[in-house]
C-alpha cells in the first residue's frame, strides 16, 4: 500500500514559478511516479512522469520546457518543478503511483494510487 501527500501549491502571477511536492509512504521501489492536473469543467490530464532512477521522464505537449519531474527515492519524494506558468496551468494538481513500468504507463495510466491534491491557481 502506498500513500501520496502533495504540498506546494498556491497562488502565483503568470510568468511565475512553483514546486510541488509528493511525499510517499511504503516501498515505491519499482513504481512509476505521475503528476495529474484537473481544471474545473475539464478532464483530468496527464502532466508527467517518472521512473524510479530518473532515467524516463514523461511530458505532456502543454507542459514541455516548462515543467521538470524530479524523484528523492532517499526521502521517498517526488517532485514537480513548474516554471513560467499561465493561466491556463491553474488546476488541482495530484500525486499518483503504479507498479509498473513508465514506458508502460506514462502519463496515460492507469494509476493506481492517489495523493488528495493541491490547488494552484496563476492569474494573468
Known amino acids: 500500500q502506498v500513500q501520496l501527500v502533495e504540498s506546494g501549491g498556491g497562488s502565483v502571477q503568470a510568468g511565475g514559478s512553483l514546486r510541488l511536492s509528493c511525499a510517499a509512504s511504503?516501498?515505491?521501489?519499482?513504481?512509476?511516479m505521475a503528476w495529474f492536473r484537473q481544471a474545473p469543467g475539464k478532464e483530468r490530464e496527464g502532466v508527467a512522469g517518472?521512473?524510479?532512477?530518473?532515467?524516463?521522464?514523461y511530458y505532456a505537449d502543454s507542459v514541455k520546457g516548462r515543467f521538470t519531474v524530479s524523484r528523492d527515492n532517499a526521502q521517498n519524494t517526488f517532485f514537480l518543478q513548474m516554471n513560467t506558468l499561465t493561466p491556463e496551468d491553474t488546476a488541482v494538481y495530484y500525486c499518483?503511483?503504479?507498479?509498473?513500468?513508465?514506458?508502460?504507463?506514462?502519463?496515460?495510466?492507469?494509476?493506481?494510487?492517489w495523493g488528495q491534491g493541491t490547488q494552484v491557481t496563476v492569474s494573468s
Open positions: 511504503g516501498d515505491t521501489a519499482g513504481y512509476c
Open positions: 499518483a503511483a503504479v507498479r509498473a513500468s513508465c514506458s508502460v504507463v506514462g502519463v496515460r495510466g492507469p494509476y493506481d494510487y
Open positions: 517518472i521512473n524510479r532512477d530518473g532515467t524516463e521522464r
